[in-house]
């Protein structure tokens, strides 16, 4: 385990299904993003939040919702998916501060299924 | 437009062989570049970061070397073996107070006994 968990592993939803991802870290970070990895393209940032507030929303449907209730914990709430949203969400965390140095620790991801 | 571009896009090879994985980029001004290694159903985990000044960095049988004037990485693997099979991403920081990090599409590589 990196310190970073997310849950759960696998969703499969359909597209009126509201669902949410789950991301918690322990390494006492207080910046956490989201991305999203789709077969042989580059992973794309989605949110940052820093200390709590959302510093960076990458031009995101709003049909994917993110909440930061405090620095240990990050939400991706889903509802209305589209079958192109299938992918992998990763979470990762960093100081806020210091990032490009010590680089972004991720978690395992979700893979998420839209049928 | 700062760019990551990695080769080759897959790459198989026989246990025991090394091998050598390319990264390209245009970013600019540049902080750091790093190689992340992918298992398949995991997030990506750091095997080196090297900065501007840095030539050469080795972690076991991962060798990453970075040419700052061309623009250029490579990651080579020593004496590969079964669990090496994974994608390898090369990641470039660019210097802002945001900490922007430019991810490369990956090489997959898959190593067969």
């Known amino acids: 385990e990196t310190g970073v968990t997310q849950t759960p592993r696998h969703l499969v939803m359909g597209m009126t299904n509201k669902k949410s991802l789950k991301c918690e870290q322990h390494l006492g970070h207080n910046a956490m993003y989201w991305y999203k990895q789709s077969a042989k393209k580059p992973l794309e940032l989605m949110f940052v939040y820093n200390f709590k507030e959302q510093t960076e929303n990458n031009s995101v449907p709003s049909r994917f919702s993110p909440e930061c209730p405090n620095s240990s914990h990050l939400f991706l709430h889903l509802h209305t998916l589209q079958p192109e949203d299938s992918a992998l969400y990763l979470c990762?965390?960093?100081?806020?501060?210091?990032?490009?140095?010590?680089?972004?620790?991720f978690g395992s991801g979700t893979r998420l299924t839209v049928v | 437009k700062n760019q990551v571009e990695q080769s080759p896009q897959s790459l198989i090879i026989l246990e025991g062989k090394n091998c050598t994985l390319q990264?390209?980029?245009?970013?600019?001004?540049?902080?750091?570049l790093r190689w992340y290694k992918q298992d398949t159903g995991r997030g990506p985990v750091s095997l080196t970061i090297m900065t501007f000044s840095e030539n050469t960095k080795s972690n076991g049988r991962y060798t990453a070397t970075l040419d700052a004037d061309t623009k250029q990485s490579s990651l080579h693997i020593t004496a590969s073996q079964l669990s090496d099979s994974a994608s390898y991403i090369c990641v470039v920081s660019r210097q802002s107070n945001t900490g922007k990090l430019i991810f490369g599409q990956g090489t997959t590589l898959q190593v067969k006994p």
């Open positions: 990762a965390s960093s100081q806020a501060k210091g990032a490009i140095t010590h680089g972004y620790t």
């Open positions: 990264c390209n980029y245009t970013v600019s001004p540049f902080s750091n």
